[in-house]
């Protein structure tokens, strides 16, 4: 079946690689868009996201994408957000002095604490740069044949705290438990790059388009 | 669970064209940065970087191209180096499906560029890229040189690294110009010093010749991650060797 998947582009960067690993991933007909007929036409979203989140929102909310993520989201189609797409779908970030979000999700991203380090003692750098492992605290479809604490790609200063949110689905271990996925209902969104983590993050990409969007 | 040491192989590309050849058993064009970099995404390379080192600016195009196609084919993070002068070569690289660009001779003329391209693009994807000599008249001191290392500017290392995290960069690049080449391993007391001065992720390069430098560029030297070229290319080691030698060392790798 030719589904289409629209990748929400708001103009905060390059959206070609998550455009190409979809592709990778088998998605058929890939659109970048911020239109809001075409991305409500389409059978599958993607909220890509990098940069400083209070002009990835200003942009997102200037667009009318909020509005159409939204009436999305409750017409039930599937969802993936990444990185900052994810923080956005949060209720606010202490980025860039405190930034009010989407309010998908209950839960406030937080800055890496500054002289971060392990519970040894070791220096942690910030931003999490790197490849992690990510321990699956839920069950979910997304993660069909992708072993548990696999690697998966992140950089970022700004997290989720697991203990923020109930619908954490993933998460990661860099001296603080941080979210590395989150789930409720037709919204799956990752704190990872799946586009940049080879072979788990094509197959977490390929289950996101066979996704029914249930839990 | 800890944070993988990442190890990333290097690519000298001219005018599309990966220079130094890549030496690999039943490459068809060791010369095509394109199925160099795709083999090295199948050997569990966790990044790739791609030096520019083409002269002419207005043969840049062909570099925008090659991008594009590695990025197309490659599933792993992307760095793209060499000839950035201003925001808007970050913009169009970017845009060509780069991750992380990294600046290197610009960010010594003008240091605001770091600045102005990580507030726009995110320090995410800012690189500084620092070529050090340590200064032969016993002060232990380091300094940024320019030009492969022929022409000093005077700025002393340590000062610089953290004067570039102050100004957002992401990541450092630290290429010690005395070690580059020779085999003899990285150099690692610049490469503490600096890892320890700044918060932000360390690469090590320069020098690596046996898989126990790249133990000791993690252990002595605190790097985050390990850049190679030659060890790589010539076939002298696989990807998957160097990581299963560090295992055994005890840092943790992606496997």
Redesign the interface.
Known sequence: MTQTVAVIDYGM??L??VE??LR?AGASDVVVTADAGAILEADRIVFPG???IRDCLAEFRRLGCDKTLRLAVERGTPVLGICVGMQSLMARSEENGGVDCLGFFDGTVMRFP???S?TDGT???????????V?QSQAHPIWDGIED?A?F?????FFLAVAESDCVTGS???GVKGCAAIAKGNVFATQFHP????DN??KLLANFLTWDATC | ??????IIPCLDVDQGRVVKGVNFVGIRDAGDPIEIARRY?DAGA?EITFLDITASHEQRDTTYRTV?QI???V???LTVGGGVRAVTDIRRL??????KVSINTAAIFNPDLVRESA???????IVVAMDVKALDNGSGRYELFTHGGRKPTGIEAIEWAQKMADFGA??ILLTSMDRDGTKDGYDLPITRAIS?AV????IASGGVGTLDHLVAGFTDGGA??VLAASIFHFGTYTVAEAKAHLAQSGIAV?V
């Open positions: 960067g390059n070609h690689s190409s690993a990778e990098v940069g400083a500054r002289n971060h392990d220096k942690l750098k910030v931003p999490h740069m790197g490849w992690n492992q321990s604490n690697y790609y992140f950089v970022h200063s990661f271990d860099y586009e940049k983590s080879h993050g094509l | 669970m800890s944070l993988a040491k990442r995404n966790d594009e990025a197309s084919q599933f792993i993070p970017l845009n060509a499906g780069a991750d507030e726009r693009f995110g320090s995410q994807c992401g990541e320890d918060d932000i992720p360390v985050d991650a992606r």
